[in-house]
């Protein structure tokens, strides 16, 4: 299995960048080829190759708790391009087959790479769920915390058991796995769950009214967990998408001014972020109430190239009252360029 840094393994197809359980330094051999499939939105193709791959009697462990978290990866892919009364039997089918695996695995640290991709399933509902909430819809309002509060839980439980299980190691307390995860990947294990668990207090603190202490309680408990990842002087990729949400959960929290701070400590970002990275820039300008600087931030990519960077200029259109034909224009672009849960969640903004 190849080693990979987290920024390799990212899955972006349909609504957002998630980063699952498979990118956190270690990917199956097909990875690539079914991340592909998944970006052009042919997720039927790859459910069936990931089958197909599974129903192999002579799979590896490794092989095969790593095309489970694939098979997730899809199912939570289709589940996001369906209409919001007919996904929970996607979602469910997403993570049937990672609790089967957890209940008949109960040790041993392969069930971590598992029970870190099921927590992300239930953080990518909650995520989903919270942008397109409507306003007085309770239930929903209630079901997307459950999800969010359930993710937390599963996080924080795979972080202690991946720090445990590297400290029994380092002790001499437990035997080698012949195919479990090595030393290095329990250390992605520990760091991507911690940066996953930031991101969710901030997904859950969003889903209070602004202003109000659960909304500012989530944000800064979001903040503390990502200040130690973010403020290192030796970068991976971890860092600097710990950076990126550091950037957002200062706009969030209308400090936009700490974050513009960071901007000049921050450079050399890689290439892989650079739109992400001029999105969260955008963010900031836009929470300082500076819409001309966010558009000048946001003219370094084109239109149509980022969903998060259209995102941003749809805010800026929306703030400053543009006409109805540009506002329609940059929808129109959105939903044409952007899979549909980005549509989804430019239409809901625009009021639609």
């Known amino acids: 299995m190849q080693h990979i840094n987290r920024l390799t393994g990212f899955f972006c197809f349909g609504c957002f960048a998630w980063y699952t359980a498979a990118s956190f330094g270690y990917v199956a051999d097909d ?61 469910q089918r997403a993570v049937d087959p990672l609790d089967e695996y957890l209940q008949h695995q109960p040790s041993g640290s392969l069930r971590l790479l598992v029970a870190l991709e099921r927590a992300l399933v239930d953080r990518t509902r909650g995520e989903i769920e919270r942008h397109e909430l409507r306003p007085g819809d309770d239930v929903a309002l209630d079901a997307c ?23 029994d ?17 329990l250390k992605g294990i520990v760091r991507g769950s911690q940066l ?35 403020m290192v002087t030796t970068t991976d990729s971890v860092a600097w998408q710990a950076r990126v949400q550091m950037l957002r959960v200062l706009a969030d929290l209308g400090r936009a001014s700490e974050g513009l701070e960071l901007l000049e400590m921050w450079d050399n970002r890689p290439q892989a972020m650079a739109d992400k990275w001029t999105a969260a820039i955008g963010e900031l300008y836009l929470a300082g109430n500076d819409a ?28 400053a009252s543009a006409d109805g034909e540009t506002i329609a224009r940059l929808l129109a672009t959105i939903r044409e360029a952007h899979p549909p849960a980005w549509a989804r969640r430019a239409a809901l903004m625009a009021g639609e």
């Not at 190691?169 to 990947?185: I, K, M, P, W, Y």
């Open 31 to 91: 990875s690539i080829f079914l991340n592909g499939l998944r970006q052009r939105q042919l997720y039927w193709l790859a459910e069936r190759h990931v089958e197909q791959e599974l129903a192999d009697s002579n799979l590896s462990a490794r092989r095969y708790a790593n095309l489970l978290v694939q098979q997730a990866i899809t199912r939570m892919a289709m589940a996001t391009s369906e209409p919001a009364s007919e996904r929970e039997a996607a979602w």
């Open 292 to 319: 001309s600087k966010a558009a000048q931030a946001l003219a370094a990519v084109a239109l149509g190239q980022s969903p998060e960077c259209d995102l941003v200029r749809l805010q800026i259109a929306l703030r």
């Open 169 to 185: 190691r380092s002790l001499g307390n437990v035997a080698a796995e012949t195919e479990g995860l090595s030393d290095d990947e």
């Open 196 to 230: 996953e668990l930031a991101d969710t207090y901030r997904q859950l603190g969003l889903t209070y009214p602004a202003g109000s202490a659960d909304r500012d309680d989530g944000l800064l408990q979001a903040g503390e967990r990502l200040r130690p990842l973010a």
């Open 145 to 167: 915390r459950d999800a969010l509060r359930a993710a937390g839980r599963g996080l924080q439980q795979v972080a202690r058991d991946a720090e445990t299980l590297a400290r």
